[in-house]
Structures are given as C-alpha cells and as structure tokens.
C-alpha cells in the first residue's frame, strides 16, 4: 500500500492489516520517517515487522535507534533495495517457521 502522508501511513498501521515489511521514506509530509518508524514500534502487531529507511540525510545511526532493521541512503544504496526485503523477508520467515 502506499501512504501519500505520514498521518495517512501511521493510521493505516495502527490497524490489526499484516505487513509483511515496512518501506519508509525519511522525507515524508506529515511526520519523518523516523517519527513513523518511533511511533510504529510502539505498536504490538508491529514490534516484528521489518523495516527499511531510505533517506538522503546520513541519519542511519538515529534509524537504527528508533527500531528500523535496514537503512539505505539515497539515491546511492538504492540498488540495494530488493536484495535487502529479500534478505529481510527470508529472514522474517526463517524466524516463524516452525523447528524441523
């Protein structure tokens, strides 16, 4: 799904809908990525979740901080970004598989 506001993202979130990983901007209108990320954490149905934060700003010690799981910069980690949620989401399922 995407969320043109942060208002708009932190509302759909704060709902029981399953994510299976977070991609966030830092530059959003409404709240920052980071305040999302700070906020999202606190809920339940979201302590789990992965997370990624792209952002141009060199804020990835503030990010990992507020709970995210991958910081990327812009627009230089960029190609990063599908090898990341691959390893996130293996990673995730790894996680709740149950023991062989």
């Given at each position: 799904?995407?969320?043109?506001?942060?208002?708009?993202?932190?509302?759909?979130?704060?709902s029981?809908?399953?994510?299976?990983?977070?991609?966030?901007?830092?530059?959003?209108?409404?709240?920052?990525?980071l305040e999302i990320v700070r906020q999202v954490r606190t809920f339940v149905q979201r302590q789990r979740t992965p997370i990624v934060l792209l952002s141009a700003s060199a804020s990835a010690g503030a990010a990992h901080g507020a709970g995210i799981d991958a910081f990327l910069r812009k627009p230089q980690d960029v190609a990063l970004l599908v090898p990341t949620i691959t390893r996130l989401l293996t990673d995730s399922a790894a996680d709740f598989a149950p023991p062989s």
């Open positions: 799904e995407l969320c043109s506001t942060g208002t708009a993202a932190l509302a759909k979130l704060a029981a809908t399953h994510y299976d990983l977070l991609l966030l901007d830092n530059d959003v209108p409404g709240a920052t990525g």
